[in-house]
């Protein structure tokens, strides 16, 4: 990999509720609103949907019980940018509620891996594609808690106006946590997503003790998570209300994109059912971590890579309603890096972060 700026992360220190509330003056209030009220502007029919008030009334519930501290910090940002807490609450859980008692089908979207053997040691990583707008609210947080572990802190690409790890990090002790969208037929109260990877990054130090905690707990339902450590133990986890799938490796590779495969969960894997790039996205992926001669110069190009005659590429410059790549990222579990683009990894110089 070329040599790389060195990258400064918004720094979140104290407890939940102030690490949320310290968003507000890194940012610029009105693209927060502006972004959130536009998805929530687009969808609000969907939210007047008796089934769907009653499902997010029960997750909140649920927050309140299982969820208290990533709660905590989503109520400090709600705050920070004055927004009802309820309304925020709605925000994040969109990709549930647009998909609730409907036909399930695939949406393009992040492009997700891990390998165990490179010779920086073990690497994850992920194209963050999502809507157009949210490219100026992206940001690299470094969290600090008190209440956490050995000093931990968490290092996480998200979005200004959405707790924790939104999308993706690492924590002090080398564990990464990824994340693709994956609609599904099996949803129900339980772990909301973005609050299951916060608090895995912020309470586990080991892809097997992050699994035993997964294992343990309900799910909300939708999506997949790659989670490695400096062990080179990867494992990629789709996650279902009733059940959840784990494919988990010692020595190998894993990488997921927005379907789910044949014998996962939620029983939505009938080829039909998945559109878009999702298939030739995750076939790309199988190609380059299939190849002997991985490096991490050849897993960079992988994420700036476009589609071609013989291959789709993972870096997308979707249309006004698309998806766009906002960032591509890959962390390294011993060195305890991240390898960043604040923009298309294809024309994006690449920065630097540590732990």
Not at 22 to 42: G, P
Not at 43 to 51: A, L, M, T
Not at 122 to 128: H, L
Request: net charge negative.
């Amino acid at each position: 990999m070329k040599d790389c700026g060195q990258g400064k992360a918004v720094s979140m220190i104290g407890g939940a509720y102030e690490r949320g509330l310290m968003q507000a003056s890194h940012a610029n209030h009105n693209e927060v609103l502006s972004a959130i009220n536009l998805r929530l502007d687009k969808n609000k029919e969907v939210f007047k949907d008796p089934v769907v008030r009653e499902y997010v009334t029960k997750q909140r519930e649920f927050a309140k019980k299982h969820c208290s501290e990533e709660l905590s910090e989503m109520n400090g940002v709600a705050d920070g940018f004055g927004v009802d807490p309820n309304r925020l609450f709605d925000f994040l859980h969109m990709g549930i509620v647009t998909n609730l008692d409907k036909e399930i089908v695939s949406e393009d979207g992040c492009s997700t891996w891990a390998v165990s053997c490179l010779s920086e040691g073990p690497a994850v990583g992920k194209n963050r594609d999502y809507s157009g707008e949210h490219a100026a609210l992206q940001a690299v947080f470094l969290h600090e808690d008190p209440d956490w572990p050995k000093q931990r802190r968490v290092l996480c690409v998200g979005s200004m106006g959405a707790p924790g790890a939104y999308s993706s990090g690492i924590n002090s002790e080398g564990l990464v946590v990824v994340d693709t969208h994956i609609p599904t037929s099996d949803y129900g109260s339980g772990w909301l997503r973005y609050f299951l990877m916060t608090r895995l990054l912020s309470h586990h130090t080991t892809v097997a003790s992050a699994l035993d905690f997964i294992k343990s707990v309900l799910h909300a339902g939708g999506g997949s998570l790659i989670i490695a450590d400096p062990s080179g133990r990867v494992a990629a986890i789709d996650l279902g209300h009733k059940s959840v799938s784990i494919v988990e490796r010692n020595n190998g590779w894993v990488a997921r994109t927005n379907h789910f495969e044949a014998g996962s969960v939620a029983n939505n894997n009938d080829d039909a059912r998945k559109t878009g790039n999702t298939l030739a996205r995750y076939n790309a992926l199988t190609a380059a971590l299939s190849q002997q001669d991985k490096s991490l110069q050849s897993l960079k190009a992988l994420i700036c890579s476009h589609t071609t005659d013989k291959a789709e590429g993972l870096c997308c410059h979707g249309g006004d309603d698309d998806s766009h790549t906002l960032s591509g990222a890959i962390f390294l579990c011993e060195s305890r890096k991240l390898y960043f683009t604040n923009g298309y990894p294809c024309n994006t110089d690449w920065q630097e972060f540590s732990v």
